[in-house]
C-alpha cells in the first residue's frame, strides 16, 4: 500500500515532494489522503485488510530512510505490472506505439508503463527509438490527465540512458517546446519528472549543447528561487552540466551569480548549498565571474562554510562517529560542502588581489591546514592544499 515520492502527516518534513529520502512510515499516501485518520488505525486496518503477512525493514526501531525511487508520485489504478497487458516479442513495440494514442486513457497509461519497463533493456530502448516512439510522445507530456504527463516523462527518461535516446529527444523541437511547459507546470510532480528528464540529458556534451542552444538555461535560472528543494536539486546539477564554453557566459548575462548567491542566503540544505558552490565554481572560471567574486567578497561567504560542527571534531573521535550511522550521514554532507567550497576557493585566489584579500580572513588559513590534514577525503585534502600553495 505504499506509493513513493509520498510522505506521511507523522514526518516533520512533510512537504509537497520527498524523492530523495522518502517517507519512513508504512501507508504514507493514505495517511496524507486522509490526515483526520489516526495513521496507526490505518496501518492496522491495511494490515488486517492482507492476505498474507507484510513487514519490511522499516518497521524495524530505529526505521530506515528510503532511498531515491523512481516510481510515480502521482498514484494511478490498476496500471500495475499484475494488472496490465504486457506485450511481448518482436511486435511489443509497435502495438504499444499504437496504443499511445488510444482513445481510452487507461490503455494508454498502460502502454507507458510498458514501454517504461521494457526500455530498461538497452535493446528494447534502441527499439523504441528506432521507431521513433519518441515523436509519438510529443502531445503526451502536456497531456490535460497529469498522470499521463508524469509517465511519459518518466520513460522519456528511462530512454534518454541511451545516448540515441538522448539525441532522439534534443533533436524534435516540439518536444523541447513542450519540456520548458512542463518545467513550469503547476503540478510539482510533473515538474520533478521533467527536471530529471532534462538532467539525464545535460549529461552528454553534444545533447547539453542543444539545451543551451534553446535557452534552458535562462529557464532554468528564472525557476531555482521559487522552486520546491528537491527539484533545485536536480535543476543546480542540469545547470553545472551546462555551464561549460559558451554556457558559462549564458549564464553570466542571464544574472547567474546573484541568483546562486540568492540561493545560498535562502537554503539549507547540503546537497542544495554544495551543488550551488559547484555552479559558482564554474562561473569564476571566466574573467567576469572573478570580478563579480571579488566586489561582493565571495572568500567570506566560503570561508563561513568551511567552518561546522562536525568538522571541528578532533580526528581521533572521527572514527567512533562513523560508529553512527546519522552522524555518518552528517559526516557525508558536510563534507560535500567543504569540498565545494575548497574548490570555489581555489579558482578565486588565482590572481594576486584574491590572494592578499583571503590571507586577510580570519581563520581561513588555520582552517585549510585542519581540512588538508583530513585523510578521510583526500579531495578536500587536495584543494586545500593548493589554496595554500596559492595563497603563500
Not at 340 to 350: D, E, V
Request: with cysteine; hydrophobic share 40%; net charge negative.
Amino acid at each position: 500500500m505504499y506509493f513513493p515520492g509520498t510522505t506521511s502527516r507523522d514526518d516533520p518534513s512533510r512537504d509537497l515532494l520527498c524523492t530523495t529520502i522518502h517517507s519512513i512510515n508504512n501507508n504514507s499516501y493514505l495517511q496524507s489522503k486522509f490526515e483526520e485518520i489516526n495513521p496507526r488505525l490505518i496501518n492496522r486496518c491495511v494490515h488486517k485488510a492482507r492476505e498474507f503477512q507484510w513487514q519490511d525493514v522499516y518497521d524495524l526501531e530505529p526505521p530506515f530512510n528510503r532511498l531515491t525511487s523512481d516510481q510515480p508520485t502521482i498514484p494511478a489504478p490498476n496500471v500495475d505490472v499484475t494488472r496490465r497487458p504486457v506485450a511481448f516479442g518482436r511486435w511489443a513495440m509497435p502495438k504499444l506505439r499504437r496504443e499511445l494514442h488510444h482513445e481510452k486513457e487507461e490503455v494508454v497509461i498502460a502502454a507507458i508503463e510498458s514501454i517504461a519497463d521494457l526500455c530498461h533493456d538497452p535493446e528494447r530502448g534502441y527499439e523504441a527509438v528506432h521507431l521513433k516512439v519518441v515523436d509519438r510522445m510529443v502531445d503526451r507530456i502536456v497531456h490535460e490527465n497529469p498522470i499521463i504527463q508524469e509517465r511519459s516523462l518518466m520513460a522519456l527518461e528511462i530512454i534518454a540512458r541511451l545516448a540515441d535516446g538522448k539525441e532522439a529527444i534534443v533533436s524534435n523541437d516540439g518536444l523541447l517546446d513542450n519540456l520548458v511547459v512542463c518545467v513550469e507546470d503547476q503540478l510539482a510532480e510533473v515538474r520533478i519528472k521533467a527536471a530529471a528528464l532534462l538532467e539525464m540529458i545535460a549529461r552528454f556534451w553534444k545533447t547539453a549543447d542543444v539545451l543551451i542552444r534553446f535557452g534552458f538555461i535562462q529557464v532554468l535560472l528564472g525557476n531555482l528561487l521559487e522552486e520546491e528543494n528537491e527539484i533545485v536539486d536536480i535543476h543546480l546539477e542540469t545547470l553545472k552540466s551546462m555551464m561549460y564554453g559558451a554556457g558559462k557566459k549564458i549564464a553570466l548575462d542571464a544574472d547567474a551569480f546573484n541568483i546562486f548567491m540568492d540561493i545560498l542566503d535562502e537554503r539549507t540544505e547540503t546537497g542544495i548549498v554544495s551543488k550551488t558552490l559547484d555552479c559558482l565554481t564554474r562561473l569564476t572560471f571566466t574573467r567576469t565571474g572573478e570580478k563579480m567574486a571579488q566586489e561582493i567578497n565571495l572568500l567570506e561567504t566560503l570561508n563561513r562554510y568551511l567552518h561546522d560542527e562536525v568538522s571541528n571534531t578532533p580526528s581521533h573521535l572521527v572514527s567512533a562517529m562513523w560508529r553512527s550511522m546519522r552522524v555518518h550521514a552528517v559526516w557525508v554532507a558536510t563534507a560535500r560542502v567543504y569540498t565545494s567550497a575548497a574548490s570555489t576557493i581555489m579558482y578565486c585566489t588565482i590572481k594576486t588581489k584574491a590572494k592578499i584579500t583571503a590571507s586577510k580572513i580570519k581563520g581561513l588559513a588555520k582552517r585549510l591546514i585542519d581540512l588538508a590534514q583530513n585523510h578521510l577525503n583526500p579531495t578536500i585534502q587536495m584543494y586545500a592544499i593548493k589554496v595554500r600553495l596559492l595563497c603563500i
